[in-house]
């Protein structure tokens, strides 16, 4: 049993293309993030969505839009791609109750490369 | 500005030898600390969760410790098995459940 999977796993495209990263988790949370790992392994994070409604957003191009149609899946939607697009995508879930967010789980991610 | 530090960056180690990982974070009040284990290609795993100074949790070869200033994992005996990027992250106050995470430090452990 998968908790976190991502789709597809890895994804090349071309510059100016339109993509999307699929996300979904089978543990019951009802929070889930997509986060951007580049090429030096930083992990950091971009969107989190409670209960389908958007509470964080970090400081990313509009290109990028996130998009939740239930609590279990968060998609990740990609216009005109930039080189600079290419790096490791992982969605991950957590539980929240009562205002205490509990540990997140990992996606295996996607692997995206521009050219 | 809320920030994570590890140390060392790579770390190599004999079947064996103990050794511990350095996480310092300055943080606008601290909610929760976090461990995980990358193994390469794959996500993140999660280890443990510290949640104030003092505190101190185990899982096999692996324990972790918490202070106002900075966290430790201990790997005890460590196996090959082992080998892989520890990474720290913490949790501020504040806000929602934003994971600020260190740029890791991968670890090899030869037989």
């Known amino acids: 049993d998968t908790a976190v999977s991502q789709t597809p796993k890895y994804l090349v495209t071309q510059m100016g293309n339109d993509k999307s990263i699929k996300c979904e988790q089978n543990?019951?949370?009802?929070?889930m993030y997509w986060y951007k790992q580049d090429s030096k392994k930083f992990l950091k994070i971009m969107f989190s969505?409670?209960?389908?409604?958007?509470?964080i957003n970090e400081t990313v191009p509009n290109r990028f839009s996130p998009k939740s149609p239930d609590k279990a899946h968060l998609n990740l939607h990609i216009n005109s791609l930039e080189l600079g697009d290419s790096a490791v995508y992982f969605c991950?879930?957590?539980?929240?109750?009562?205002?205490?967010?509990?540990?997140?789980?990992f996606g295996p991610g996607t692997r995206l490369t521009v050219t | 500005e809320d920030q994570v530090t590890q140390s060392p960056e790579a770390l190599r180690l004999q079947e064996g030898e103990s050794s511990s990982l350095n996480c310092s974070y300055t943080?606008?009040?601290?909610?929760?600390l976090f461990w995980y284990r990358q193994d390469p290609g794959k996500g993140p795993e999660f280890l443990f969760t510290?949640?104030?100074a003092g505190e101190e949790k185990e899982k096999e070869r692996l324990k972790a410790t918490l202070t106002k200033k900075e966290s430790f994992l201990h790997i005890t005996a460590p196996k090959p098995e082992d080998s892989a990027t520890y990474l720290c992250a913490v949790q501020a106050r504040g806000g929602y459940n934003k994971l600020i995470f260190g740029a890791g430090t991968r670890l090899a452990v030869h037989p």
């Open positions: 969505y409670n209960n389908k409604e958007l509470i």
């Open positions: 943080v606008s009040g601290l909610r929760g």
């Open positions: 991950a879930s957590s539980q929240a109750q009562g205002g205490t967010f509990y540990e997140q789980y």
């Open positions: 543990l019951g949370h009802d929070t």
């Open positions: 510290l949640y104030s």
